[in-house]
């Protein structure tokens, strides 16, 4: 039954990374420190009799892990770059009586160093690409030592140093708009292989110009054949019930043969074609058997065709479709870049069930298991190299960007979701160099794609904004962002107009703009009436910009994402866009925005809850039957006694009837060319105090609801004079706490976006460096409040709260 169960857990665990035989995810049992040691043997040394006779000391950790977890969005410090070392002990006892051991690492940052006890089995330079450890001949060599035994008692000690120091000659530049995040962020698994294994496996999927005949041509790599005589397999092909639809066997003989065999070429008569309504997946399977010995490695695949069209649209399987995308890093409230397997999975669910068909993953080599969802769900990806800002470094430098675009795109390669890879981004943004040649960078942008070509001649290449390498990649993405950081989102459909007449295959990647969760306004384009100075080259005055001299709010950002989606379904020539992005993320670059060191461009905030532009998306891209009514978030409206304020609901309803205290202020059908909200906005007065919001809409035979409860305050406030605080909830040992902006006659200023400062002392934690509007300790308040954690753990503690010109206010808090 044991042994039944091992193997049962074996199997799953193979499916989930990839890779077969005896894998095992090394997700306990880690210690860590964020510092450099003396050298291996401080990781090692034997501990004295009655403990440690000196600090360092090391900190229980599970992985993924990241050093900058927490600082990445610590308001008071820039975050840490530097080495930190990761130790283990782990039982090795390899099956394969010639078999390798490795360690795999899916990613890990930026430079990386292992050891087994005190010998350092080798390096790896980036922080993005999948990697081995081949700790086989280490791992021998320490058993036969006395300190195997006695010391480590029949474990075998592995030491990680990882290191996320400044480097000007390395990719990504620090001048990018993200962390380059530091630690062990992603899964490492213990692996044990024959001496004979498949170390590349490459299944291209091929589909007739009818879609009525399919091919599988599968080439791999193999590590260890120099050893044995020769390699005998299979390769199968099933199909998503597990029907066998084509099969083959293959021999190998050539133990000098360092290259890629050509194993076998399938053909698959009507094959189910993957697309994003129908993400059809079939499996490849290939045995390598050498020396009594059995190797098996899966991939998925699918068939599809893709065209983006010259000076036209984007073709799936001979139809035009349009790809309608978002953007991601890689980063979480809490956990920096060590987002784990399930999270991964909501999040990627949350943009299906948001409409997204397509995702930029910006701007490095993402998981593996983003790119397993990608094709499970049916999101075509772009996907593209760290090389991003700052400039052209040396040697050094081009050879890691070389390595890295292989790396992605031999490990990315089977993969049906992904359709183009990204050359760089941003290329144009010099400052990490003296010098900053157009010619040189060229030259390298060609030498790239050409290698990327050459590698997987079945898809296109990309870059995004440098306007003097544009003719370089098959795609070309311009900078836009009509609303935000140029003109007014109404210019948005002429300026990409623009941009689509000069280029050959254009993409819209990045748009969008900045929204403080919770930040809502009654008037958000006032920013228009800012003075601004004339330009003294032109003479003409100069746009008033929304990102300079707007509010931030949520209300604001639904405006210019509903005008961009209106435009859009008016625009055939269209490829497709991506907003940028789908969430919340870290940056060193922005510490004055309202919640500092976070790019706020998201429609989830940092720890994936939904801001109400999420649903602006979902009412335009998605079928199942939604209604959202604007204001979750907003707890109380503003204006004068009797003024009639709109009220819009989000939906992809064909009707909906909204009511307010219980009556109805009629039914309105949807048109997504009237804006705002797809015409499904009222202008109604609402009562001071409490009001009950209510819509009911319909589609075909299905009705949804939505309410919500908004307070209507006619009072009017001067500035912000002083401080309350209060406990707002309790539950499970966590009180959230909110303060609230009062003028001098305690009437709350419902405008106010004061800096607010949260400090907790006594036994309490405060739940904060979480990169999110409820989870900073330095924070601007959203409409004259903004709210805190407190995790009490049954102690007492006193939380205060400061904001400049105010007297600071006190709180006690007693846990329970």
């Not at 100069?542 to 509010?551: F, I, N, T, V, Y």
């Not at 009797?642 to 819009?648: A, L, P, R, V």
């Not at 906005?681 to 209510?694: E, T, Y």
Request: proline residues 5%; neutral net charge.
């Amino acid at each position: 039954m044991i042994k039944k169960l091992i193997t049962t857990l074996a199997f799953l665990i193979t499916a989930i990374t990839g890779y077969s035989q005896q894998t095992t995810r090394l997700n306990s049992n880690w210690e860590f420190i964020r510092q450099d040691l003396g050298g291996i043997w401080e990781a090692v040394r034997p501990v004295p009799p009655g403990g440690p006779e000196s600090v360092p000391l090391w900190q229980n950790v599970t992985l993924p892990h990241c050093f900058n977890a927490r600082d990445a969005v610590d308001p008071d410090v820039n975050y840490y770059q530097g080495p930190g070392w990761y130790r283990t002990q782990l039982a090795i006892a390899n099956p394969y009586g010639n078999g390798r051991t490795l360690l795999h690492f899916e990613g890990a940052g930026q430079k990386t160093d292992v050891y087994v006890y005190t010998t350092k089995v080798t390096s790896h330079l980036g922080g993005y690409d999948e990697w081995t450890a081949d700790i086989t001949e280490a791992v021998a060599a320490f058993k036969k030592t006395e300190a195997f035994q006695k010391q480590f008692k029949g474990k075998v000690p592995v030491s990680i140093r990882c290191d996320n120091s400044r480097d000007l000659e390395t990719i990504p530049s620090q001048m990018s708009d993200f962390n380059v995040y530091g630690g062990l962020y992603r899964y490492v698994n213990l692996v044990y292989q024959p001496l004979v294994s498949v170390n590349k496996l490459f299944a291209a999927a091929t589909l007739s110009k009818d879609l009525k005949e399919g091919w599988i041509d599968v080439k791999a790599t193999f590590d260890g054949l120099t050893q044995a005589q020769n390699a005998l397999g299979n390769v199968v092909v099933k199909d998503a019930a597990g029907k066998t639809v084509g099969s083959g066997k293959y021999v190998v003989s050539s133990p000098a043969f360092q290259g890629t065999y050509s194993l076998s070429k399938l053909r698959v008569g009507k094959p189910k074609i993957w697309s994003p309504s129908s993400p059809y997946l079939y499996t490849v399977q290939i045995t390598a058997t050498a020396n009594g010995e059995t190797f098996t490695q899966t991939e998925k695949i699918g068939f599809r065709n893709f065209e983006f069209t010259p000076h036209g649209p984007f073709m799936l399987n001979g139809k035009r479709l349009r790809l309608r995308g978002t953007h991601r890093h890689e980063d979480h409230a809490g956990v920096g870049a060590a987002m784990t397997e399930a999270m991964m999975r909501q999040e990627m669910q949350l943009m299906k069930d948001m409409g997204v068909n397509f995702i930029r993953l910006g701007h490095y080599q993402q998981s593996r298991i983003v790119l397993n969802l990608c094709d499970s769900l049916g999101i075509l990806a772009w996907e593209e190299e760290p090389w991003c800002r700052g400039g052209l470094g040396g040697p050094g430098y081009q050879e890691q960007a070389r390595q890295m675009m292989t790396n992605m795109i031999e490990q990315h390669y089977n993969h049906p979701a992904i359709i183009l890879w990204g050359l760089g981004n941003e290329n144009d943004w010099e400052g990490d160099f003296a010098e900053f040649d157009k010619e040189k960078i060229r030259t390298f942008m060609k030498e790239q794609n050409d290698l990327a070509h050459k590698l997987d001649p079945s898809r296109m290449t990309s870059i995004r904004r440098c306007e003097f390498c544009k003719d370089i990649p098959d795609v070309y993405s311009p900078s836009i962002w009509a609303g935000w950081y140029r003109a007014k989102y109404t210019d948005y459909k002429q300026i990409s107009e623009d941009e689509f007449n000069k280029n050959n295959r254009f993409f819209h990647a990045e748009w969008g703009g900045d929204s403080h969760a919770g930040r809502h306004a009654e008037n958000p384009d006032t920013y228009l009436n800012t003075p601004q100075p004339t330009d003294p080259k032109t003479g003409k005055t100069k746009d008033p910009l929304a990102s300079k001299d707007g509010d931030w709010s949520e209300t604001y950002i639904c405006n210019l994402f509903d005008w961009h989606l209106k435009e859009q379904e008016n625009m055939p020539w269209l490829s497709g866009s991506a907003f940028w992005t789908f969430k919340d993320f870290s940056t060193p670059l922005r510490p004055d925005n309202p919640i500092p060191y976070v790019n706020q461009k998201g429609v989830v905030s940092r720890d994936m809850t939904l801001k109400e532009s999420y649903y602006v998306f979902q009412s335009y891209w998605t079928d199942k039957p939604m209604a959202h009514i604007y204001g979750h978030t907003w707890p109380t409206r503003w204006g004068n006694a009797g003024e009639k304020k709109q009220i819009k609901v989000y939906s992809n309803c064909t009707q909906a009837e909204l009511f307010v205290n219980g009556k109805s202020y009629g039914t309105k059908k949807r048109n997504s060319q009237d804006f705002p909200a797809a015409g499904l906005r009222w202008d109604v007065p609402l009562s001071a105090g409490s009001n009950a919001i209510k819509v009911i809409a319909k589609k075909g035979n299905v009705i949804i609801t939505d309410e919500i409860k908004q307070d209507y305050q006619t009072e009017k406030w001067n500035k912000p004079a002083k401080l309350v605080l209060e406990q707002v909830n309790s539950q499970n040992g966590t009180t959230t706490a909110q303060v609230k902006l009062l003028d001098e006659k305690g009437i709350p200023c419902l405008d106010a976006i004061n800096w607010i400062t949260f400090r907790l002392t006594g036994d309490g934690e405060l739940l904060d460096d979480l990169g999110t509007s409820g989870g900073s300790r330095r924070v601007q308040a959203y409409n004259g409040r903004a709210t805190i954690q407190v995790k009490t753990m049954k102690g007492q503690s006193i939380l205060s709260v400061q904001s400049p010109g105010m007297s600071t206010v006190f709180l006690n808090l007693a846990g329970k």
